[in-house]
């Protein structure tokens, strides 16, 4: 069922997260589909970073690691975090790149699986969790091992480690029942780590309640925290004791300022720390995560699914040559939706040149990421109406939008 620009409207007026939108700073005459992505600006990071910057670096110096609490910025991070992943505040870290992260947990799943050398994951994974995966493979005499998504329960065994999942597939939107696959991890007697970077405040995760072990995931998607934002990581807190980080910096030593030469573990979370954290990298991932505040996940989600029912219900009415290529069901899917066209790139360029941005995958994958905090109904309508006209008028076969540039 679709629904029209004055339904669109309607349903915007009465949305409970309507009021969110005023937190950033859009552009005018751009309907943002990208915040899967990057995020837009919230409002209030400049304020921060300023405020960081010549307030606390320019007034107090040094002194700032006590009375701003840089010292404690990666836990405090994490603790503002941990409620929109169903964490608790002391199981979540706030630092590094979830590239980096990843690395320190699978590096300790693995460690803390004896015997066992396999790190079980998707074939489509994200190629950075893949690559990571291969480096610490190597590294550790360990190997990686990938299947298709239907093959995964079965491929784990007794020589599986570590099971390495993306909760929401970047391409398609697809999403694992988290549940179901960290407990048949541990019917292996392995672990499992998820990948959250496509799903942190645009769906409902709650990894107490699935029993996850370990998490990682993004600051500069839906978290909004501006360009190569930190990452974050998740240890469940029965699990802190008995994990160890590869990256034994100061930063997760029991005493940093003890200066002492021999690393021994702070306990708790705070052992996944490395070194130093960006403060100012920092301050703007808090403003993002501040555009959070009074929001519930499971109104997120709600809104998430209906915009994108009603976009793909929109295409698929008045689009015709593009083809659906994440689930159906929405509540198999994350808060993207891609269409499959033969001419993808030069269609999201043409798109894009139009105002409204998503972004394009190899091989003929355009996406669209709806960030419940800032994205409405009657932007659905108004993306949907303008890409039937490209589609229609073929405005994207031109040579311009056929050059690629080297982020797509
Ligand atoms: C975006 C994304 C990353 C990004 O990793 P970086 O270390 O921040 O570059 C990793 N994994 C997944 C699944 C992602 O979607």
């Known amino acids: 069922m679709t629904i029209s620009l004055d339904e669109a409207l309607a349903l915007d007026a009465v949305d409970p997260l309507r009021k969110c939108r005023a937190r950033f700073r859009l552009p005018s005459g751009i309907i943002y589909l990208d915040g899967n992505s990057l995020g ?31 010292i404690g910025a990666s836990q405090r ?58 480096g610490l493979a190597s590294l550790a005499g360990a190997t990686l091992k990938t299947v298709d998504a239907d093959a995964i329960l079965a491929a784990l065994g007794d020589d599986s480690a570590v099971l390495m999942l ?101 306990e708790g979370i705070a052992r996944f720390q ?22 519930s996940m499971g109104a997120i989600e709600a809104k998430s699914r209906g915009l994108s029912q009603a976009f793909i219900a929109l295409v698929e009415q008045r689009c015709p040559g593009l083809t659906l290529a994440s689930p159906r069901d929405p509540s198999a899917r994350g808060s993207h939706v891609v269409f499959a066209h033969a001419d993808g790139y030069a269609l999201m360029q043409a798109l894009i040149a139009r105002g409204v941005i998503g972004d394009f995958r190899a091989p003929d994958l355009i996406r669209f990421g709806f960030a419940p905090l800032y994205n409405g109904f009657a932007d659905v309508w108004r993306a949907v109406d303008i890409l039937a006209e490209i589609v229609e008028t073929r405005a994207w076969d031109q040579p311009r939008f056929r050059e690629r540039s080297r982020v797509t």
């Not at 600006?41 to 307030?55: G, M």
């Not at 803390?112 to 050398?117: E, K, L, N």
């Open 77 to 134: 991070l994490g603790a503002k975090l941990a409620p929109l992943i169903g964490a608790r505040p002391d199981e979540v870290l706030v630092c590094d790149s979830t590239s980096v992260n990843l690395f320190k947990l699978l590096a300790a799943a693995l460690s803390a699986r004896p015997g066992r050398s396999k790190i079980l994951s998707q074939t489509g994974n994200f190629p950075t969790d893949l690559y990571i995966a291969q």
């Open 166 to 266: 993306t909760d929401i597939d970047y391409r398609s939107g697809a999403r694992h029942d988290m549940a179901r696959f960290t407990s048949a991890a541990h019917r292996a007697g392995a672990l499992a780590v998820w990948d959250l970077s496509h799903s942190a405040g645009a769906i409902a995760v709650d990894l107490n309640a699935a029993g996850a072990d370990l998490a990682v995931g993004c600051g500069y998607k839906y978290l909004n925290g501006g360009p190569g934002a930190p990452g974050y990581l998740f240890v469940a807190e029965a699990l802190q004791p008995a994990l160890a980080s590869p990256l034994s910096g100061w930063f997760g030593h029991a005493d940093p300022f003890a200066f002492d030469p021999a690393y021994c573990p702070a």
């Open 40 to 70: 837009p600006l919230p409002v209030a990071t400049a304020q921060q970073i300023t405020q960081t910057v010549e307030h606390h670096w320019g007034g107090d110096l040094i002194a700032s690691w006590n009375k701003h609490d840089w």
């Open 274 to 295: 490395a070194g130093t954290p960006s403060i100012i990298a920092m301050a703007a991932l808090e403003a993002g995560l501040a555009t959070f505040d009074g929001v």
